[in-house]
């Protein structure tokens, strides 16, 4: 690796690092600022103040918030991501708890959608105009036409309650990932496919392509060793954007779904202010997505060296 | 003989055959038998139920929640001391016996032969623990109001207990009856409310937070072993995928379905739903302390100007009656007041009187919609009521978090919500909703004061004896009908969707979803 | 590859430039998807801007002794077409009216976010160095963050309207814009033309907005009319949430969120109506994005 993009990576991390301690910032102040108390989430409705006063100190948030902000982040250094003022267990170990669950469906949503929609981008591409094309991107148009919880709730009125074909709700077996892959996944598949059809059609037109073809070059090597190398960019910079709307498209699905992951775990922190929960998701989150980017950009380098670092 | 069985049409193969398939029958019958009765004398649990709850427990501590969902699943792995039968009679459980001693002493005798799930005695000492960590500092405890006038509790013997308490405690039975005991050795380790031992039906296999908690049968149960050999409790909050999952097969019993999907449900084949009134009171609550609720005729001309019946019929579908009292049948105390009839020219009149002209008041209504069944509808229908007698009425649906924010700091004109009165005892239902007291103590968040009224409530709370209670309460709510702080609605019928096949489920008028004698057929 | 700038910069300077404005326009009106697309979302604006004439109720009026009824040919009721929602109100009427809250949300949301992203985007990639990470950092963080957070948040302060909602929106979409942009200023930053101008003389803000941002143009188009599809999903998944415009306004997201208790009790209109609504909108608007990309695509830079 030359130095220049050894500088480049480094500046990447530090920035990455700086991004994290920004939202963790954010959200910290944002979650305590905003109207809602825990302590009166988790009393009964109508307690006194004396009450709620008392429940807030045992829930630490009595302090100014610098000094709970300084709190968090030292335990933060010992990896303590505070206790659940729900549950009253470790944060942390709540989200690792469910993590794996959400990661299991955001995968299955991925693969599905390198399986399904990319090859059919690709074929409508290669074959313009033609019905495949017409009715791939037809298809694709209404899945990003439908809300993704009514697709959902349709879908567990057709196949689970009318035909009983598949569950209803949980995520014990292989059947259970069927409808909620499908929910979390239609509106991601509609994207690449569209995407990945016109990125390959400007590929192809380039004049490289042209080029080789008028050399003889077999299509298909064409095809594989040039086209698709360029064409990826654009899919692979979406898709890393598209990460946070399948975290938020994840809530909805597990919702639904009642789905054991992470998306359903920080929607009940959110309403009952559970800060430390919500807080080590977005953390989490943030780190994924900052880290997914990195990643991204690095492949960015190597898919189209003509793009410089300064 | 052998030739008498050879005319029956017996060889002397197939006689053989059939005399040993005969004895083998007649003695795997008695084996099986034998062991099909376990020592309590009843079948060996079998089955599992699931059941479906809307609401999460969260907590396995029953000091640390206020939520039905959590009184639900801790009524399956804990024992209170006593409890409610259906007939609304007090029940003993783990107390066998229970006299009071003076006005703030009671004395319990406890059963014996008790023992946690994890092997653990239940004695005295149990007792103390639990009830004096609800009302310590240090614990993270919901219910420390509940408990207020609790003072210690002496361990006399291993099986006798003495409750003292700083001021007479009427209703200690009542709420007595929400707290599971736990032991006392065993509860002080770190991790215990991970997955806790209590002494009930079931003991808790499984638990993955937010999601469900999975029980097997306690076979040595005290009351006799359960029926059902596990029993799991799922949260599912969206209440279409509840039903769904009901009719679907993956659960046996669901809560709080509403009336409309109820008829999808009776529709299906293979189950059914059962209905119970229940403890809970709709209202919509005033800010009596600033206008234009301060005014009781415009508390009263609201009252007036909402056809509860047509909420009933046409939102509801006829599952759910007409409040004639703050508290719902099935309290301790209830005394039946008379309705306010829906007449909109007594409504016009009262606001009238009370300076309002048409067009006016102009106020709003906060409401938080996933809470109750039907209450943002039910709440459009009001303001469409109010309009006819010349009130403006604005709904805003917003969450939880900030309905009570509202209600806490006054930021509203009335506000729609739900009491239940979890403990089934009129002081539950008055206390903490219409007492002004000092502000600071008992946060009365209408901010109606009336000093008869907390009188009243004061008197129910310091006596022991029955009768006198329900005198006062009577008196009590006869001053409450009249003032209107609340805007009376209706008491929601309890709706469960129940697998045909399942038998014993018992629903509690507190929306407890007991399951705790149910089987499978 | 022509350098020329692309359609729907400045005005045509030469007859030439008229006539290949004129002929792109023509292109665009012969071109299938445009004409189905663009039919179908007049379609809706139409009936957004008609709908005091064509609803047959007060989208507000309740009768909740005819609640839940279902549409005219299961009832032989031609009084409510659609039928009727939980407090009695016309469906019709409320999807008509609530095309007027969805579509003005989506517009006013693309206008903000389009306009948004695409200064920060440019500033982004004509000064690389420093606002250019600072720009991407921030997009970092917004996309990191979720959108149901920030819309909470947003609800909780200010109450649930519609500036919020379009606050919410508008902050969850600009940076497609400004990415979009950026890219695009970043390959076209060493061109021969754009030197040419610095060497004539011409100052930064001149070569950002003359030369620059013409050349963004239709990419932008296209993702701004795909953007708009966005915005009304999105409005429609806030109200799953509880976080879209306050009852009793219709829109067609609330009527969704909720609708959605029905369905399992066999209300199918309740929900079919407005989903339909949004989808054949949505469909609308990317059948048209499609086709724009379509026809402006001979003249796109490679971006």
């Not at chain 3, 109450?159 to 919410?168: F, N």
């Not at chain 3, 011409?202 to 070569?207: D, E, H, Q, T, W």
């Not at chain 3, 708009?228 to 879209?244: C, D, P, Q």
């Not at chain 3, 199918?268 to 609504?277: D, E, K, R, S």
Request: glycine share 8%; hydrophobic share 45%.
């Amino acid at each position: 690796m030359c130095a220049a993009v050894k500088r480049y990576i480094f500046r990447r991390l530090l920035h990455s690092a700086l991004t994290l301690l920004g939202i963790t910032l954010f959200t910290f102040v944002l979650l305590r600022l905003v109207p809602g108390d825990p302590a009166r989430l988790i009393l009964p409705e109508n307690a006194p103040p004396a009450e709620v006063s008392h429940m807030r100190k045992l829930l630490g948030l009595d302090e100014p918030l610098y000094v709970q902000y300084y709190l968090y982040m030292r335990d933060l250094a010992r990896a303590d991501f505070g206790t659940s003022f729900q549950y009253s267990v470790p944060a942390i170990e709540l989200v690792l708890e469910r993590l794996p669950e959400t990661i299991r469906l955001s995968l299955s949503a991925i693969a599905l959608t390198v399986a399904l929609a990319v090859p059919a981008g690709i074929v409508a591409a290669v074959r313009r105009q033609t019905l495949f094309d017409f009715g791939a991107m037809l298809a694709a148009i209404f899945g990003q036409s439908i809300p993704n919880f009514w697709l959902g709730l349709m879908l567990i009125l057709l196949f689970s309650v009318n035909m009983h074909w598949l569950p209803v709700s949980g995520a014990s077996t292989w059947l259970h990932y069927v409808l909620p892959t499908i929910t979390l996944a239609a509106y991601l598949m509609a994207l690449v496919a569209r995407l990945t059809r016109s990125s390959m059609l400007e590929v192809l037109r380039q004049d490289y392509v042209r080029t080789a073809r008028a050399k003889g070059l077999a299509q298909r090597v064409v095809l594989w060793r040039h086209a698709l190398k360029n064409a990826a960019i654009p899919i692979v910079t979406v898709v890393g954007m598209q990460i946070g709307t399948l975290l938020g498209g994840a809530v909805v699905t597990e919702t639904i779904f009642n789905w054991p992951g992470i998306g359903k775990l920080v929607i009940e922190a959110i309403w009952r202010r559970d800060y430390p929960i919500v807080q080590a998701v977005l953390l989490l989150s943030a780190f994924a997505f900052v880290a997914i980017n990195l990643i991204v950009d690095l492949l960015y380098t190597y898919l189209d060296p003509r793009i410089r670092y300064q | 003989m052998v030739r008498k069985l050879r005319d029956l049409g017996l060889s002397r193969r197939g006689f053989l055959k059939g005399s040993a398939a005969a004895v083998g029958a007649l003695g795997l019958g008695v084996a099986r038998k034998a062991s099909a009765q376990s020592a309590a004398g009843r079948p060996r649990p079998t089955g599992e139920l699931v059941v479906g709850l809307s609401e999460d427990w969260q907590v396995l501590d029953p000091a640390a929640h206020f939520y039905i969902a959590a009184y639900t699943v801790h009524s399956h792995f804990y024992d209170p001391l006593v409890e409610w039968d259906e007939q609304g009679n007090m029940v003993p459980m783990l107390a066998e016996s229970w006299k009071s001693l003076d006005d703030r002493t009671w004395e319990f005798k406890l059963r014996r032969g008790v023992k946690f799930h994890n092997g653990e005695p239940f004695t005295a000492e149990s007792v103390k623990f639990t009830l004096e960590r609800i009302i310590d500092p240090q614990v993270k405890s919901a219910q420390a109001f509940l408990w207020a006038p609790l003072q210690s509790v002496e361990v006399k013997d291993d099986h006798t207990a003495i409750i003292r308490t700083k001021s007479t405690f009427g209703s200690l039975l009542s709420t007595m009856t929400m707290t599971g005991m736990l032991p006392a050795k065993a509860a002080k380790e770190p991790g215990f409310f991970a997955k806790p031992a209590g002494t009930g039906a079931f003991r808790i296999t499984r638990v993955v937070k937010g999601d469900r908690i999975e029980m097997e049968a306690n076979t040595d149960w005290w009351k006799g072993q359960p029926r059902l050999a596990k029993l799991t409790f799922r949260f599912i909050v969206e209440a279409s995928t509840r039903a769904a999952s009901l009719l679907g097969g993956e659960t046996h019993v669901v809560d709080r379905i509403s009336p409309d999907v109820m008829r999808q449900i009776e529709r299906s084949a293979r189950h059914t739903v059962a209905r119970k009134r229940s403890v809970e009171s709709q209202i919509i609550g005033f800010h009596c302390g600033k206008k234009p609720f301060s005014d009781v005729r415009v508390r009263q001309a609201f009252n007036y100007g909402v056809d509860k019946e047509a909420l009933v019929k046409d939102i509801l579908l006829g599952h759910s009656t007409v409040a004639d009292a703050p508290m719902a049948p099935d309290v301790f105390g209830y005394a039946k007041q008379q309705p306010y009839p829906y007449d909109i020219a007594k409504a016009k009149a009262l606001l009238k009187e009370a300076g309002y002209a048409d067009g006016s008041p102009e106020v709003e209504l906060i409401v938080m919609k996933g809470t109750y069944i039907k209450g943002l509808e039910v709440s459009e229908a009001i303001a469409g009521h109010l309009a006819k007698i010349g009130a403006k009425v604005k709904v805003n649906d917003m969450e939880v978090a900030r309905h009570r924010e509202a209600r806490a700091a006054g930021n509203f004109d009335f506000y729609f919500a739900g009491w239940a009165t979890m403990t089934r005892d009129a002081d539950f239902a008055l206390w903490r909703n219409f007492h002004a007291g000092e502000a600071t103590i008992t946060g009365n968040q209408l901010r109606y004061a009336n000093k008869d009224v907390d009188k009243l409530i004061e008197q129910g709370q310091q006596t022991i004896d029955p009768q006198a209670r329900k005198r006062v309460y009577a008196d009590a709510q006869r001053l409450i009908w009249r003032d209107c702080p609340w805007l009376f609605l209706y008491w929601p019928e309890l709706i469960h969707g129940v697998d045909k096949r399942v038998r014993g489920f018992r629903q509690e008028p507190n929306n407890i979803t007991l399951v705790r004698d149910a089987w499978l057929e | 590859m022509s350098e020329t700038g692309a359609v729907g910069s400045a005005q045509p300077s030469t007859p030439a430039g008229a006539e290949r404005e004129g002929r792109a326009l023509r292109r665009l009106l012969r071109n299938r998807m445009v004409l189905v697309g663009g039919s179908l979302v007049l379609a809706m604006v139409l009936g957004a801007v008609f709908a005091p004439l064509l609803a047959s109720h007060d989208p507000l009026q309740q009768e909740t002794a005819n609640r839940v009824k279902p549409p005219f040919w299961e009832t032989g009721d031609l009084s409510h077409p659609l039928g009727t929602d939980p407090v009695g109100r016309d469906v019709l009427s409320r999807v008509l009216y609530g095309s007027r809250i969805s579509l003005t949300l989506g517009i006013v949301a693309v206008l903000v976010s389009g306009a948004g992203g695409t200064l920060l985007g440019l500033l982004a990639g004509y000064y690389e160095r420093h606002v250019g990470d600072l720009v991407m950092r921030l997009a970092d963080v917004q996309l990191s963050f979720p959108v149901i957070l920030l819309a909470i948040s947003v609800v909780a302060v200010v109450g649930r309207s519609l500036p919020a909602l379009v606050a919410v929106l508008a902050i969850s979409g600009w940076v497609v814009y400004a990415r979009t942009v950026r890219g695009s200023v970043l390959s076209l930053k060493e061109k021969d033309f754009i030197e040419a101008g610095r060497a004539l003389g011409s100052g930064n803000l001149r070569i950002l907005f003359r030369h620059i941002l013409p050349n963004c143009m239709a990419p932008l188009l296209v993702i701004a009319t795909v953007q708009m599809a966005t915005m009304i999903i999105l409005e429609s998944g806030l109200s799953f949430f509880g976080l879209g415009t306050q009852p009793p306004t219709p829109s067609w997201g609330g009527m969704l969120a909720e609708g959605r208790e029905y369905l399992i009790a066999g209300a199918w209109w309740l929900t079919a109506f407005p989903g339909l609504a949004i989808s054949i909108t949505v469909l609308g608007i990317n059948l048209l994005g499609d086709g724009l990309r379509d026809v402006l695509d001979p003249q796109l830079q490679n971006y």
